[in-house]
């Protein structure tokens, strides 16, 4: 057995090999560190200084800003795309803010729903607003895409990050009224948090009018009207008037059939309120559920207009049932449809086809005289309309499992036990 031979390596090995080892050093800390500043931001950890300083965060200022970056459109984006434009708008954040102002700690994070958030740590005199301007033209000359920028600066201790985070958090949720190209101060959605918004009864009234006449064009002015109406009013007020109007146009557009379905519908309606990013795609969003609401109602129309005519088709057999010369194309002459268009619709409303149902109403009427008179099964036969002969007791012993004979006598048999 050979032994492996000892190696001299040389001093640009030796270095090189150093610094790859120092890479891996620095990245594993910089995810620590970002770990440590996501469970922060999230309220999972309380902020302990030993592991701040092993890990290089330093928190000595006694103000807070958490600005949170997010890709506008992400259902558009690439998840793979999405961890690279975070990972560049993390690495170019951190930069900018540090920058902005001396005495200025930043550290990133990507959030689990997808946003980078920032912690920077400074002292009371502090604007980012240019780096936000600076950060979001690199990313679209870098990638192509917009992003929103919310954010929140206070005096606190380390204790009250999460605090912090929730505001820019919430501040962010008004990205659906203002334009991506504003950045969002948390002070803004304060104001408008404390503004009471009375839900416009009218314009639903309007609207439900409108789509139960099937009039998009002015369903969507009104629907329009109703978004004008409310955007000025804090963002909980926004969610809360549209849903309670979306569940009024599904309440309104509920058939026996999709009752169930809709029992759920107010669950579904806030997720995807919560999705939206403008005001012109909250009126789209709006607009859609009333397209729905015309398509069901006009189906609905449909529907019973069916209903109608399978029912005056049952009538009409009900009365002519005994005629021999009762048929399908009888029947389509009768209610002035084609042959086609009354099977198909007498099925899908009955669940069962013309020409069965005419000898099912036949074979019925047989059997009840066969029990309760002593007619001839070959009289009877004519009686109901069924041709007599070999063809009558084939098809009555198929039907029954009997002959006419043999049916009669077991039934009145089973009638006097």
């Known amino acids: 057995m050979f032994e492996r031979p000892f190696v001299i390596k040389s001093r640009k090995q030796q270095r090189s090999e150093s610094s790859h080892v120092h890479t891996l050093e620095h990245k594993n800390a910089s995810n620590e560190r970002g770990r440590f500043i996501r469970r922060l931001l999230s309220g999972v950890a309380q902020f302990n200084p030993r592991i ?22 992400t259902d558009e984006t690439d998840t793979s795309d999405l961890s690279t434009i975070n990972y560049a708008a993390y690495n170019i954040g951190c930069e900018l803010f540090e920058a902005n102002a001396s005495n200025v700690s930043c550290y990133g994070s990507e959030q689990d729903n997808g ?3 920032f912690l920077i740590n400074h002292g009371e005199v502090y604007s980012p607003l240019k780096s ?54 948390y002070g803004y959605a304060e104001k408008r948090a404390h503004k009471i918004c009375e839900y416009p009864k ?36 926004i969610i809360l008037n549209t849903a309670r109007l979306l569940m009024a146009i599904s309440a309104g557009s509920l058939t026996a059939a999709n009752k169930f379905q809709s029992d759920n519908a107010s669950h ?25 609401f015309i398509k069901s109602i006009n189906r609905d129309s449909s529907d019973a207009k069916r209903v109608k005519l399978a029912a005056k088709i049952l009538g ?16 389509a002459a009768y209610v002035h449809k084609s042959v086609n268009y009354t099977r198909n619709i007498f099925k899908a409303v009955k669940g069962v086809s013309l020409s069965d149902y005419i000898a099912e109403k036949r074979f019925d009427r047989v059997c009840k005289l066969l029990i309760e008179t002593d007619i001839t099964a070959r009289d009877i036969s004519k009686q109901v309309g069924l041709k007599s002969g070999s063809y009558f007791y084939t098809a009555f012993k198929r039907r029954t499992g009997f002959t006419p004979d043999q049916y009669r006598k077991a039934h009145r048999a089973n009638a006097g036990n």
């Open 268 to 292: 579904s309606i806030f997720d995807e309120l919560s999705a939206l990013e403008s005001i012109e795609g909250l009126k789209n969003f709006i607009f859609d559920k009333c397209l729905v």
């Open 52 to 73: 701040a300083a092993e890990l290089g965060v330093s928190l000595d200022n006694e103000y807070f800003t958490v600005v949170i970056f997010r890709i506008n459109r």
């Open 132 to 185: 936000f301007i600076d950060l979001k033209r690199h990313i679209y000359e870098l990638f192509g895409v917009g992003s929103s920028i919310s954010y929140c600066s206070m005096k606190a201790d380390a204790s009250e990050i999460n605090k912090v985070y929730q505001n820019a958090k919430y501040a962010m949720l008004y990205r659906l009224t203002l334009s991506a190209e504003e950045n969002i101060d």
């Open 115 to 117: 946003d980078v958030a």
């Open 316 to 331: 009409f057999i009900d009365e002519n049932y005994t005629n021999p010369t009762l048929t399908v194309e009888l029947v």
């Open 202 to 237: 009218y314009l639903e009234r309007e609207l439900l009018e409108e789509l139960n006449s099937s009039n998009a064009d002015a369903a969507k002015k009104t629907a329009d009207n109703f978004v004008d109406m409310i955007i000025g009013y804090s963002y909980d007020n």
